[in-house]
């Protein structure tokens, strides 16, 4: 087999332990590190002073980043590979075994380097995806509080969409503060919600104890806290994707996508398109496109394959947001898909047509073009036509079209 690096080398990355085999012109030697800084700075140096031409590891966990940090500081060529195309040899499985079996894929050439962003863009991606976790996080304390609530026969969530909004966070912090009276805590009513307060007084009328005001207590302050923290990764992000402003604002145009989103999308996959080599591909790295799993000429599965979470999670929770819009074309393509296939395939392909206008988007640096939710009866207009005047024939009529406008 050909051999296209003389010299490389193969790391097999663990928590406490690095194991590197070096090829040096089909000679092997085999090194084991700690994980420690200066140890990992050693290894770096034995490498450069080998004159390794790339280094290959697998993305194991986070314990990979360390070390692709060192050796790219180092300015040491590394690629990142995916543990599942580099399996080893079923009865073969050893640290060394496996830090050989990486160097020699890649002194072949047989392995296929993932996609690495720079150091900006990946403190950006761990910026947005702890912003994320944070959302996530009161979203789950907001439902504790729900649960509080119902246990005490408060109906507040059946009168006000949002517990945690002005009126809701005004009702609870007066529960907390031992007002129990129904018709006092409907007074506290905001905006909107002061044409309800007959029917909030009712909601309010439940059975609160010592122990349940305690509860609520602790959980509107970790509410609170937790909207003071994603306040302050919301400005630091800001300052971050100063220089993809405009790009974050092309992204906007397009329906279900808002600058949160935007700047989620922006930080996985980058401003620069040249990564991917078509919108599939990139299509493919998210994982927002069928496996290719055939054999005998049959298709054995259509299910999605795994991608990146993160954008795949965003673009299918833009795609809900987008298909409520009745007038853009993704709640027609939406309306046909789910029509033939279910609302679950319909909202992946929703999700892919998305990606796709993202990478237009970046690519020509243009603004969303909407086709519009009459998009398919334009373009479809003579099979509608002849399919409606075969059903009407069917059913005895004789009709005469003529077009108007």
Not at 49 to 54: D, G, I, M, R, T
Not at 142 to 161: D, P, T, Y
Not at 164 to 193: M, P, R, Y
Not at 394 to 403: P, Q
Request: proline content about 2%; overall charge positive.
């Amino acid at each position: 087999m050909e051999v296209i690096y003389e010299r490389c080398c193969g790391i097999d990355v663990h928590k406490n332990m690095v194991m590197a085999c070096m090829f040096v012109k089909g000679r092997k030697e085999i090194r084991k590190y700690g994980t420690f800084t200066d140890e990992l700075k050693s290894m770096a140096t034995w490498i450069r002073e080998k004159a390794c031409e790339v280094v290959a590891m697998e993305s194991t966990g986070v314990y990979w980043k360390p070390v692709y940090n060192l050796l790219e500081e180092a300015g040491i060529k590394t690629i990142v590979v995916n543990a599942r195309d580099i399996k080893n040899v079923p009865g073969r499985k050893s640290d060394v075994k496996d830090a050989e079996w990486i160097g020699d894929l890649v002194r072949h050439g047989l392995v296929k380097e993932s996609y690495i962003p720079n150091r900006e863009q990946r403190e950006l991606r761990e910026m947005t995806r702890y912003r994320q976790s944070l959302i996530e996080e009161r979203a789950r304390e907001i439902n504790r509080i729900q649960k509080v609530l119902e246990g005490a026969n408060i109906k507040l969530g059946s009168v006000i969409s949002d517990v945690t909004g002005k009126t809701g966070l005004s009702i609870l912090k007066a529960i907390v503060n031992g007002i129990t009276d129904n018709e006092e805590l409907s007074k506290f009513a905001k905006g909107q919600i002061i044409k309800k307060i007959p029917l909030l007084a009712r909601a309010l009328q439940g059975s609160i104890g010592k122990h349940q005001r305690l509860m609520l207590n602790h959980q509107i302050k970790h509410i609170e806290f937790l909207g003071e923290e994603i306040d302050l990764i919301d400005k630091e992000v800001i300052e971050k994707t100063e220089a993809s402003k405009d790009k974050i604002e092309l992204l906007d145009t397009i329906p279900g996508i808002g600058r949160r989103s935007a700047e989620r999308i922006l930080a996985e996959i980058g401003t620069d398109m040249k990564q991917f080599r078509s919108a599939s591909h990139l299509a493919s790295w998210v994982g927002l496109v069928p496996k290719c799993d055939k054999s005998a000429g049959k298709r054995l599965s259509s299910r999605i394959g795994k991608g990146n979470k993160t954008v795949k999670t965003t673009l299918v929770e833009s795609a809900c947001s987008a298909i409520q819009n009745t007038d853009c074309f993704f709640y027609a393509r939406y309306r046909k898909i789910a029509a033939r296939r279910g609302g679950k395939r319909a909202i992946i392909a929703i999700a892919h047509s998305m990606l796709l206008s993202i990478y237009a988007i970046l690519t020509k640096k243009e603004p969303f073009h909407d086709l519009g939710s009459d998009y398919f009866y334009r373009v479809d207009e003579e099979k509608i036509l002849k399919r409606n005047l075969q059903s009407l024939k069917h059913l005895g009529y004789t009709i005469t079209v003529e077009k108007t406008g």
